[in-house]
C-alpha cells in the first residue's frame, strides 16, 4: 500500500491507515513532499489558497509518482 502524507491528513485519516495496516496485515509505503520543493514554493503553508493546482502538484502528484516508479503503472 503506497500512503501519500500530504502534510495536511486529520487525525482520523491517519487512524484509517493504521487501520487498515493492521488488519490487512499489509506494509506501508509512506510518501511525503521533498522538503526542498515546500521550502521553496510552500514555505508559509499557504500555497493552497492562491495555487491549489500547485500545491497538489507538490504534495499529491509529485510523491505519487516517485512512489510508482518502480512499478509497471
Same mark, same amino acid.
Given at each position: 500500500m503506497i500512503f501519500l502524507d500530504t502534510g *495536511?491528513?486529520?487525525?482520523e485519516t491517519l487512524?484509517? +491507515?493504521d487501520t487498515l495496516i493492521e488488519t490487512l496485515a499489509c506494509a506501508t509505503s509512506a510518501r &511525503?513532499? $521533498?522538503e526542498?520543493? $515546500?521550502? +521553496? &514554493?510552500?514555505?508559509?503553508r499557504e500555497l *493552497?489558497?492562491? !495555487?491549489? !493546482?500547485?500545491?497538489?502538484r507538490i504534495r499529491k502528484v509529485e510523491p505519487l509518482s516517485?512512489? $510508482?516508479?518502480p512499478f509497471s503503472a
Open positions: *495536511w491528513l486529520f487525525e487512524a484509517f +491507515r &511525503q513532499p $521533498l526542498e520543493a $515546500l521550502s +521553496r &514554493q510552500d514555505p508559509d *493552497w489558497f492562491s !495555487d491549489p !493546482d500547485a500545491c497538489c516517485r512512489a $510508482l516508479k
